[in-house]
C-alpha cells in the first residue's frame, strides 16, 4: 500500500497548529444554554448496577404534540468527553423545531472497555424510549446522532437495537464516526503527521477500548462497526468527514456498504478538513458549508417524519 501525505486547506492550517487540543474540547463541553431552552438531568441504574445520567434539552414553550427525540452520544475516541460535548450545535435545531436532545453519559476507556460504553448507550435508549410520555417524546421517532466516537457508539448501539429487537430508530445522523480499530487505512497513514486526533491517537484510543482483541478476528461489530457484514436494518443515514481526516477512507466504505445493504444514506466529503474542523473552527467558509448542510439534512428528515418549523 502506498500513499502520499496530504495537506490541509490553507485557511485550515493558518490555524489548526495554534489549537489546543484539550482546551478545544473543553470549550465544545461547555453548555451556552439559550433562555429558550431548558435542561433536565434523570439518573437511573446502568447495565452493571452503575448509575447512568442523561440530560434532557427542550424548549420552554412546547408544542401540544408529542415530540421527535434526538438521542446524542458524545465524542472523545472512547476516551474523553462528557455528555455535554457537541450539544451546543443542536440548540438552534431543538428550539427551530421544538425536538427534545437526550444526550447520555455513558463511562469511558480504558477504565471502563467494550463493552461497558455500547452498553450504556444501549441502556439510555431503552430508558428514552420506556419513558416517553414524561419526557414528551414519541418513542417511534427518535434519531441517533453522534460524533468521532460517538458516531462509532451510534451505529454500534442500531446494531444492538436491531439484533435485540429493541426500540426502533428512524435516522442516524454520523459526523466523522470512529469505526475501525485496525486503524490501517489509506487515509489513516496520509494524516498521520497532522496535529489532533490522528493515527497514533486512534490507535491508542482502540486499544484503551479493546485491549489485547484490537485487530484481532475476534473484534465484534458492536465494538467496531466496520467489521459488521450486514447493515440491513439500519435507518436512513447522514454521514459526513473531512478529506483530511484519519477516518476518511473508513466512512467512505461504510456509506458505500449501506448503500450495498440497501439502506439509504446521504454523505458528505469535506476537502482540506481534519478531525473536528468544522466543530473547532466554525467560522471558516467550508466549515460554515458542512454545518448549513448538516441542518439543511435535518430539516428534510424532519419534514419527512411529519416535524414542520416551530420557531
Request: charged share 25%.
Amino acid at each position: 500500500m502506498s500513499w502520499k501525505p496530504l495537506a490541509l486547506d490553507p485557511r485550515v492550517e493558518a490555524k489548526w497548529d495554534s489549537i489546543n487540543s484539550e482546551e478545544a474540547l473543553a470549550e465544545l463541553s461547555r453548555i451556552e444554554l439559550p433562555n429558550s431552552i431548558e435542561q433536565e438531568d434523570r439518573s437511573f441504574p446502568g447495565p452493571n448496577g452503575n448509575e447512568l445520567v442523561v440530560s434532557i434539552f427542550r424548549r420552554k414553550i412546547l408544542t401540544n404534540r408529542k415530540r421527535l427525540c434526538i438521542y446524542h452520544i458524545h465524542g472523545g475516541g472512547m476516551i474523553a468527553g462528557d455528555r455535554f460535548l457537541g450539544v451546543n450545535w443542536y440548540f438552534d435545531v431543538i428550539d427551530r423545531y421544538d425536538v427534545v436532545l437526550v444526550t447520555i453519559e455513558y463511562r469511558l476507556a480504558p477504565a471502563n472497555p467494550y463493552p461497558a460504553p455500547v452498553e450504556d448507550c444501549y441502556a439510555g435508549m431503552i430508558w428514552t424510549a420506556e419513558h416517553a410520555d414524561e419526557l414528551g417524546i414519541d418513542a417511534d421517532k427518535i434519531l441517533t446522532a453522534g460524533g468521532s466516537a460517538g458516531g462509532g457508539l451510534c451505529v454500534a448501539m442500531n446494531l444492538l437495537l436491531r439484533d435485540r429487537k429493541g426500540p426502533k430508530v428512524i435516522g442516524q445522523f454520523l459526523l466523522t464516526a470512529m469505526l475501525d480499530d485496525r486503524v490501517d487505512t489509506i487515509s489513516a497513514h496520509q494524516t498521520a503527521h497532522i496535529k489532533g486526533w490522528n493515527r497514533d491517537a486512534d490507535i491508542y484510543g482502540w486499544t484503551c477500548y479493546l485491549g489485547e482483541l484490537r485487530e484481532t478476528d475476534s473484534v465484534s461489530p458492536y465494538a467496531a462497526p466496520s467489521r459488521a457484514t450486514d447493515l440491513s436494518g439500519l435507518p436512513p443515514t447522514y454521514l459526513d468527514v473531512g478529506a483530511v481526516d484519519l477516518f476518511r477512507d473508513e466512512d467512505v466504505k461504510f456509506a458505500l456498504d449501506l448503500c450495498r445493504d440497501g439502506v439509504s444514506c446521504e454523505f458528505h466529503l469535506w476537502p482540506g478538513c481534519t478531525h473536528g474542523t468544522d466543530a473547532i473552527l466554525p467560522d471558516l467558509p467550508v466549515s460554515a458549508a458542512a454545518n448549513r448542510v448538516k441542518k439543511d439534512w435535518l430539516e428534510r428528515f424532519f419534514a419527512d417524519n411529519g416535524v414542520k418549523l416551530v420557531g
